[in-house]
């Protein structure tokens, strides 16, 4: 897992070195760029070289320091550019800002060149034609052509690099360059090495240069060097490759970078893979114990079944039973429910009498409320009455006195004797 996640990390940074942003030194990082312009080395002495996709121009340097007569270097990255002619523009070196499929327009007032190189570009472009027949067209008689492509497939397994707008194996490369630039001269394969290195005691290069990017333009050539063959499970092909490059016009000799490791750190990666081997080894056979476990409980559930199948009238006996207290058990759990919808439908309707009768006591309260107030206003006007009646009949008393004081006296009593016959029967009546 930590070797995919650094070979994961190592691609997503390979889209692009960047030489002023303070990115790290890494060497496999550095010898998997330089690996490929180190095929050039020998072969751009003198001659007119175009480098697409160029990024920060780091290999347009060293092509021109290795005796290429001129270099022009093309991206379509405006900030790549820049950063080229501030990093790398010597004399000698043009940076151009243009589209690795449109380079017609680009180069339009240069003449052909001797070499082109255009490593990891392919798989960023939408037109891969126009790509491919602007190399062709912008190549001198004789001239070689150097094309290189990663496979993502195997570098990057299911996981998709947001860069590349599409994967190719080694058959697609083969078949989209050929289509056009016709049969290469070369195939070859890039890829991780393994190996040893012997150096001087106070090698200034085993000794590291510090962090900075720029350290991978540092470095001396080996006096001598040599490919062994790989190891059994450690061989490559075009599937196992790290990236594919084709050459046409010539044939290039092998390219071989490497940087110092300390030997923990060489040896490490391997120790883990041999402990996981023998811990895959050691799973793999329990595996098989567990496997046949299994297999020797199986057999004896199937003759205890073999065994038990005289008793299978009973079992469906049983069966049935259950089939029949499950009936019943249904059956109860149906009534119970139809007699929970009455008890609901009864619950109901008192509901709806108890709302009614809750009705009617507030209208009957509501009509007390009414004739206790009529009964007041009716006792009222009674004692209205009583009183404007009692005031009467102290008025007619009052002059039925008076009428019987005068019948009384002497001068009036000879004509008074009617009248006061009739207050005698007044007063009678009043008391």
Not at 141 to 156: F, L
């Amino acid at each position: 897992m930590r070797a995919a996640l650094l070979i994961f990390f190592f691609e997503k940074m390979a889209e692009r070195l960047h030489f002023n942003t303070g990115m790290a030194y890494e060497s496999m990082l550095a010898a998997e760029h330089l690996a490929r312009y180190w095929l050039l080395r020998d072969v751009c002495k003198g001659k007119r070289v175009l480098d697409v996709a160029c990024g920060e121009g780091y290999g347009s340097s060293l092509l021109r320091r290795w005796g290429a007569s001129s270099v022009v270097g093309v991206d379509i990255s405006e900030d790549a550019i820049a950063n080229a002619v501030e990093k790398f523009g010597v004399e000698g070196i043009s940076y151009r800002l243009g589209d690795a499929s449109k380079l017609g327009g680009t180069l339009a007032d240069e003449e052909k060149f001797d070499l082109i190189a255009c490593f990891e570009t392919m798989e960023h472009v939408q037109d891969v034609l126009g790509l491919l027949r602007g190399l062709r067209d912008h190549l001198a008689p004789r001239g070689i052509i150097a094309i290189s492509c990663p496979n993502d497939s195997e570098v990057m397994g299911d996981q998709p690099n947001e860069f590349h707008l599409r994967r190719y194996t080694f058959a697609e490369f083969q078949a989209a360059t050929t289509a056009v630039l016709g049969g290469a001269e070369q195939w070859l394969l890039g890829t991780p090495v393994i190996g040893f290195g012997v150096c001087d005691l106070n090698d200034r290069w085993a000794q590291g240069m510090g962090s900075d990017l720029s350290n991978m333009l540092q470095g001396t050539d080996a006096v001598s060097s040599r490919f062994l063959p790989a190891q059994i499970g450690h061989e490559i092909s075009a599937q196992k490759a790290h990236f594919y490059v084709g050459v046409w016009g010539d044939q290039l000799p092998r390219s071989l970078i490497a940087a110092p490791i300390a030997y923990r750190a060489y040896v490490g990666p391997w120790n883990s893979w041999v402990a996981a081997r023998e811990e895959n080894e050691r799973l793999l056979a329990e595996q098989a114990r567990q496997d046949e476990r299994h297999a020797a409980a199986m057999a004896q559930q199937a003759r205890e079944l073999d065994a038990g199948r005289p008793q299978l009238p009973q079992r469906n006996q049983e069966i049935q039973q259950l089939e029949s207290e499950i009936g019943a058990y249904k059956t109860q759990v149906a009534s119970e429910r139809s007699a929970r919808l009455v008890m609901a439908s009864k619950l109901h309707e008192r509901n709806v009498q108890h709302q009614q009768l809750t009705e009617n006591l507030r209208w009957l309260g509501q009509r007390a409320a009414e004739l206790e107030s009529a009964q007041r206003i009716t006792d009222d006007m009674r004692r209205a009455a009583d009183e404007a009646l009692r005031a009467v009949t102290s008025r007619g008393y009052r002059a039925v006195q008076c009428y019987y004081r005068l019948y009384e006296h002497g001068a009036t009593r000879w004509f008074m004797r009617p009248a006061r016959r009739l207050a005698a029967a007044v007063r009678r009546v009043l008391k």
